[in-house]
């Protein structure tokens, strides 16, 4: 059997040697793969760096004769493609042992710029070092104190982030346990479960950088593979013994006398029990509790209603009158999925999105590629660094407000205008032929000042005859439908709220800090959360919450790498804490004002912050910008690789046990 460059025991960033590759799947996949990786394994395959200069060289060779200017960004000119294929349909069937393992950063650097044909900054090489998946780097301090026996770190949640953390705990040598309020781990990958439920960010970026996953069977996974994925790494990395399913955490509360969190914890019998540890980190995101509006009329109606996260899949759907309210990322899914399925669909909303064209949306990925993703050395991780650079800080510019420009236009400057070019090119595209919709889907604020939807086939569903789009509200329910606010009645049998989650901010946990403050009344009763780097909150000592106020990456890259930060970040305080000898660690007041006065300051140059007339959950009641980090990602990542000592306030010492758990 043909050796993987994937490891059974280890994270993905070791790569085996394939010393027997399938001479004919071999060929396959040289003949299908992107030609920028593949150039890149054929450098680690032979350690030839002249290829990099070679090939450097044919490309500007070839746009200079005219070959750029139908290039999609990142794209090769097809000679250079072509050549790279023949180079290694002549290297690579010699064996997969690469000469070349991890390059050094000038090495690394120069391969970037090669792979992505940009101009990639010094700045990122560390950070796509780490993200992409090649190694882990290096932690603050090369050597810690051993962590004391009986430390222990309350998580709170089993989604993306809660499994993050159990292993990177691990990693350090930390007890933990993690309280996950389902039956399952999976977060809001077990929880949604609606037809054509799915990731919008590419599957081989959406992944641990520590665990790179070669068989995503789609470039943009659905909710049921990704949550496989999910069981698979927690399998791996050996963390379900230390999950608590059926545990719903219902506060902490901090004890000064013994310099630890009390827990408590509801368990499945109906019993409460507490647990003591000396950190907590929330692993919760912010959007779990579905948002129903109040209908008048709702217990009137005769037919079944379920939110997208609250799933019945007894309801009949099938040749059924349904009526979604929503046009959200979330209901174009739906849509695309339950046209042709329902006899009438009805689609309910009072502003539209911008919606971008994403042929992956749909796309699978092929035999021949998913091949090469496990035994060609190193391919996956340049894929996913290349896919990670085009949808990440190069659209940075985009929620930026040239004042000038955005006093006469709809748009917010030259770059927010190109991307409003591209999806109103992508309206026309679909629905020339119906200015009707063309219309109603139009928004009137600027592209990023409510999340961007990617079309999965929305676009084409609203085309169907059995398909109504309305721009309305709904007045009241009826027994035998919805009355809409334009007068409009909708016969219905069934209803689907697409209407997303109510923002909080730990909001449904009952989080009591220093001198009996509760994180409520510091947060204005969750109205203006604010934390030092989006982590931490002054006067709540060992409290880590990660997707915290202003983290989002909201102008590309994904959750993951917020995830990942942040855990990196937290484990390297309670490092930090274990290895001053001290109990309890907060961040200062002062350090915590200045950073979000920062974060404000460049929020304003944002259409975050100034979004015209756009709705939605990216603002607070206030209207204030609360959700979205206001930096570059290699910016953010550089901010949380280390404590900084200045900023934080070290109290109590030596560390002491935490009690064993009660009831």
């Not at 309305?472 to 016969?491: K, M, N, W, Y």
Request: one cysteine or more; charged letters at 25%; glycine letters at 8%.
């Amino acid at each position: 059997m043909t050796m993987s460059v994937i490891p059974d025991d280890r994270p993905t960033r070791v790569v085996n040697p394939v010393p027997d590759p399938d001479p004919v799947r071999l060929r396959a996949a040289i003949d299908a793969v992107e030609p920028g990786p593949l150039l890149m394994t054929l450098v680690h395959a032979t350690g030839d760096r002249a290829l990099l200069s070679e090939f450097r060289d044919r490309i500007a060779a070839a746009k200079a004769a005219g070959a750029g200017h139908t290039l999609a960004p990142g794209q090769y000119p097809k000679e250079v493609a072509d050549e790279i294929r023949r180079r290694a349909h002549e290297i690579l069937p010699d064996g997969l042992v690469p000469a070349l393992r991890i390059p050094d950063e000038d090495l690394f650097l120069e391969m970037v710029r090669v792979a992505t044909d940009d101009a990639v900054g010094p700045e990122y090489g560390p950070y796509l070092r780490e993200q992409a998946g090649f190694e882990y780097l290096p932690a603050s301090v090369p050597r810690h104190r051993p962590v004391p026996p009986g430390f222990r770190v309350a998580v709170v949640g089993a989604g993306m982030v809660g499994i993050n953390t159990a292993v990177k705990l691990a990693e350090a040598g930390f007890e933990y346990r993690v309280f996950e309020a389902g039956d399952d781990i999976g977060g809001t990958w077990a929880r949604n479960t609606y037809p054509g439920a799915a990731v919008d960010t590419p599957s081989h970026f959406y992944s641990y950088s520590f665990e790179l996953n070669p068989d995503w069977s789609k470039f943009y996974p659905t909710g049921p593979e990704y949550l496989r994925y999910l069981h698979h790494v927690a399998d791996k990395y050996g963390i379900r013994d230390h999950v608590a399913l059926s545990h719903r955490v219902l506060g902490c509360a901090w004890e000064e006398d013994r310099q630890t969190w009390r827990v408590t914890v509801a368990a499945p019998d109906g019993r409460t029990e507490t647990y003591e540890a000396n950190a907590v980190i929330t692993a919760t995101g912010i959007l779990n509790s579905p948002s129903v509006p109040e209908v008048p009329g709702l217990e009137t109606f005769a037919g079944a209603t379920m939110h997208t996260a609250e799933w019945d899949d007894t309801v009949e759907l099938d040749g059924k009158r349904v009526v979604v309210l929503g046009t959200g990322c979330t209901s174009v899914q739906v849509v695309a999925s339950l046209a042709g399925r329902a006899g009438h669909l009805d689609v309910v909303f009072r502003q539209p999105h911008w919606i971008a064209p994403e042929r992956g949306v749909v796309s699978r990925v092929d035999d021949a590629t998913r091949w090469a993703m496990r035994h060609l050395p190193y391919y996956q991780q340049w894929y996913r660094l290349v896919t990670h650079w085009f949808t990440a800080d190069k659209s940075f510019a985009i929620p930026r407000i040239d004042d000038e420009w955005y006093a006469t236009h709809v748009s917010s400057s030259p770059a927010n205008d190109a991307l409003m070019r591209i999806c109103l090119r992508h309206l026309d595209e679909q629905l020339g032929d119906r200015p009707d919709l063309v219309e109603m889907l139009t928004p009137d604020f600027p592209p990023f000042a409510k999340r961007i939807v990617k079309d999965p086939g929305f676009l084409a569903a609203v085309r169907r005859d059995d398909v109504a789009l309305h721009r309305a509200s709904f007045e009241r329910i009826e027994p035998e439908g919805v009355r809409l606010t334009d007068g409009t009645f909708l016969a219905a049998d069934v209803i689907i709220w697409a209407t997303g989650f109510r923002l909080e901010y730990l909001g449904f946990l009952d989080v009591v800090g220093r001198a009996g403050v509760t994180l409520a009344e510091r947060w204005d009763g969750g109205r203006d959360p604010r934390a030092h780097l989006g982590v931490m909150v002054p006067g709540f000592p060992n409290l880590f919450v990660t997707a915290g106020p202003n983290s989002a990456p909201n102008h590309g890259g994904g959750h993951n790498v917020t995830s990942e930060e942040h855990v990196h970040y937290a484990v390297e305080c309670l490092r930090h804490l274990v290895d001053t000898g001290h109990t309890a660690m907060e961040p200062a007041p002062e350090a915590t004002d200045e950073y979000n006065a920062r974060v404000d300051t460049e929020l304003d140059r944002t259409v975050w912050q100034h979004a015209g007339t756009a709705n939605g959950y990216y603002r607070n009641a206030a209207g204030r910008a609360w959700v979205t980090c206001p930096w570059r990602l290699v910016d953010y990542w550089t901010m949380l690789r280390a404590p900084d000592p200045d900023a934080l306030l070290l109290s109590g010492g030596p560390v002491a046990p935490a009690a064993p758990a009660a009831d």
